[in-house]
């Protein structure tokens, strides 16, 4: 049973690119989560997906992030011109969809460590 | 609106007893906690549901409640392996899936 896959691991990139990050769910789990995380901080949730749907985008999340899960499996997430304060690790989820929607556990992966230079 | 935990910080000797907290301002639908070692993705220890009863497993343990919306994480004869910091994710009922994390409480295990 694999478990949540990320990558890149790290991404290192200057101020003004646009990055691509890749997340493969747990492969029954239809549900996908994104949140961000900073030093210190609690993860912050940015958007989720009940198959290929995007259910919800946070209000704090600017218009040049973006995440696609088209056939409802993997899904990635685009950050457009990267600014300094985009430094933060990028983590996914995924779980089943319990009753009621919710009540299922979220299993994370390793996460996609973003640096702005 | 996030979840503040308490205490922020906790220093143990091997052996000692923990309690995190995790209190919200909203009703809840459930609690999920989870540990994170520094580096490492957040692993899940246990969730809560609204109506359902104290949960636990080895010598972790939580419990949850409604009416004043908060939780708790019982840590008992702690081991080494439970440093970590450690943070509660809370779910709305009338937005479920969707976790709102506390800013997280650091334990530190000490020989």
């Known amino acids: 049973d694999t478990g949540v896959s990320q990558n890149p691991r790290h991404k290192i990139t200057k101020r003004g690119q646009n990055v691509t990050f890749r997340c493969d769910p747990i492969s029954e789990h239809n549900r996908l989560y994104w949140y961000r995380q900073t030093l210190g901080q609690g993860p912050e949730f940015l958007t989720y997906f009940q198959n290929e749907a995007q259910l919800e985008k946070s209000r704090l999340l600017s218009d040049r992030f973006s995440a696609e899960r088209p056939k409802g499996s993997f899904s990635t997430l685009e950050i457009q011109r990267t600014e300094q304060g985009d430094s933060a690790m990028y983590l996914c989820?995924?779980?089943?969809?319990?009753?009621?929607?919710?009540?299922?556990?979220?299993?994370f992966g390793d996460g996609t460590r973003l640096s702005i230079l | 609106q996030q979840p503040v935990q308490s205490p922020q910080a906790v220093i143990l000797r091997e052996g000692e007893d923990a309690v995190i907290n995790c209190s919200s301002s909203?009703?809840?639908?459930?609690v999920h906690w989870y540990r994170q070692k520094h580096g490492e993705a957040p692993v899940f220890l246990m969730i809560l549901l609204k109506g359902g009863e104290q949960k636990g497993h080895d010598k972790i343990s939580a419990s949850f409640n409604e009416k004043k919306q908060q939780s708790s994480l019982y840590l008992t004869a702690s081991q080494l392996s439970y440093s970590g910091t450690y943070f509660c994710g809370t779910e709305s009922p009338s937005n479920t899936g969707k976790l709102i994390f506390g800013q997280g409480t650091t334990l530190q295990v000490k020989p």
């Open positions: 989820a995924s779980s089943l969809v319990g009753g009621q929607g919710g009540g299922q556990p979220q299993h």
């Open positions: 909203k009703a809840l639908y459930s």
